[in-house]
């Protein structure tokens, strides 16, 4: 008699990842936000290549039918769609990118109301702010979405600056820089020398052009005021 050995199952393997994806949130008039968003490109050539980008639009909220044709419009700015958020539909159509699933919104609940008792003494929490000490070499990249950001050095022209809090350049700063890049409209850009391609705060930016001539070379800091980015002089 032959024995038939038992073939093993082959298993597929799964891991999961986490990715830093650009959410762009389009406006109506449609029009008046793709002219924007072909100046942020002009400034800022490259700058979409390869990152992951989302589409949201649950502002626009667009018709079906209107949806393709603004996923061909971000295709011709070298803008790949990976996926759309739209809460208001369940599916796209097979000929769009997928929609983004499994986001999920925080409820608070209140809890019962308890007798006051004195605080136990709290352990010190760890520092979430990353210190680089090296300069950033141009078309080098620091996400770091924990906490302030501080470089002892210089940010070379073409590197991204990505924190959760505030950032501080000791140095000259001649790349691009995110603070609150996850949420936070209280983040501020300290720097030392202002040569920036582009300042951002909680989403919000001034590129080079729209910086005024005598914040140029000086030192400065940039925050969030009324829904724009203010870049004021360091003294």
């Known amino acids: 008699m032959n024995s038939v050995a038992a073939d093993p ?30 100046g942020w490109v002009e400034n800022s050539p490259g700058f979409f290549a390869g990152r992951p980008v989302v589409l949201d639009l649950n502002v626009l909220k ?4 209107e949806v393709a044709d603004l996923v061909s419009q971000l295709t011709e700015r070298g803008i790949r769609i990976y996926a759309i958020e739209n809460k208001a539909v369940d599916a796209m159509g097979p000929d769009l990118p997928p929609l983004l699933i499994g986001a999920r919104e925080a409820v608070i609940e209140e809890a019962p109301v308890e007798p006051a008792s004195p605080p136990e003494p709290e352990e010190p929490l760890p520092s979430t702010t990353l210190i680089v000490e090296a300069p950033i070499r141009s078309g080098q990249s620091i996400f770091h979405p924990d906490g302030d950001v501080i470089v002892l050095g210089s940010a070379g022209s073409g590197s991204e600056i990505m924190a959760g809090g ?22 501020r850009i300290f720097c030392r020398k ?12 001034r590129t080079a052009e729209d910086m005024e001539s005598s914040s140029r070379g000086m030192p400065i800091q940039a925050f969030l005021d009324e ?4 870049v004021a002089a360091l003294t």
């Open 166 to 187: 505030s950032i501080h350049v000791y140095g000259a700063l001649r790349g691009r820089a995110f603070a609150g890049a996850w949420g936070n409209r209280k983040a």
């Open 9 to 38: 199952k082959k298993s597929i393997r799964f891991r999961a990842r986490s990715f830093v994806a650009f959410a762009l949130v389009p406006e109506a008039p449609l029009d008046e936000w793709l002219r924007s968003l072909d």
């Open 227 to 230: 829904g724009g980015v203010v």
């Open 194 to 205: 202002n040569e920036a391609e582009l300042l951002a705060v909680d989403g919000w930016y």
């Open 62 to 65: 667009p018709e079906p039918g």
